[in-house]
């Protein structure tokens, strides 16, 4: 897998190597490298490749000046992304902030690794929907084999399971679903990524480490929707889900889509009843909070962009209802005849 990695300022425990010139070169970029220059709010770099050059362990060296030139931002910005202050023996060592010294080390890279769940179930026994979430602990991957992933899934399927017959809000969430929405299974499969996708979200080197691990409700234990009043929304509606963190920008927004409420979730103008977000934003975030407990893993948002998990902090519903249309692709049209040419 080709490396990636975002190269760090110079503190003051670098002083000594760099002014020994100790396995320092003084190119930029490292030969055979790409470097990608980050917009807000990540304003940064992030060098891709392996140097052609040197070995494990080189320092490869440029200056603030410029990484400010390649992302097209100021010092004060890049400062501003670090809380950096030019202060103390590296000032004394640079004499200028524009020439603070920033290393990027050979051998080391940028690395993230995670567990990728699926949620599975049919509406009306002829239309499938489902939705993903992710966990992982930044800074500190998981790697389990396809056993654990199995036990995993199986894990999240019962915690699943439990939550949806847990009164949230005032309700059990599976009261604002009719019927016909049944929940059949639950995956789970590690991925992996050093290399980082494109703006346009093509490239990256994602890995999958073994087929996805599915754990199968049995008949008698499938989530089901459980209202007795209303009726099933259209399939291809939606109730969007906002999972947010503590970055900003989209790197740190993660979305998932719920199946179809029965319509007396509806309120007047068009609208989810006002306590909805409550509600399903809350079933969300207990089964969160009961699968860290139960395993250490955190809900988070992958950015494939950056090569970064950030941990769910917030969860957001909106109550504009939203559209999933590949979800009525079994459901026949049933067509009737309402007018012939005279």
Known sequence: MAVSQYPRLADAGDIGRLLSGDHVHHQWPPPGTTVIPLAFPETWVLVTGEPSEGEDGDWWVTTLSQIALETNSTIVQLLARFGATFTGPIAVFAGTVGNWPVIYTQGVGDRMRWISSTFRGTIGGVEEFQFGLNWGNPGSDPDPNEAETL????????????????????????MQFMPEIVFTEVGAVVKEQTSPTNSDGTGGDLEQKFDTQWSAYSVGTRPTGGATTGLSLPYETSCAVTLQTDKRGPSGRGRIYLP?????????GGLYDSTIPSRMGGFIGAVAEAVETASGHELIVVSRRRIVLNKVTTINVGLVPDSQRRRRRSQEEARVLAWTAP
């Open 151 to 174: 036990a995993f899934a199986t894990s999240l399927a019962t915690i699943f399971g439990s939550k949806w017959v847990t009164s949230i809000g005032g309700q059990l969430p599976k």
């Open 260 to 268: 179809p409420f029965t319509s007396s979730a509806m309120a007047a």
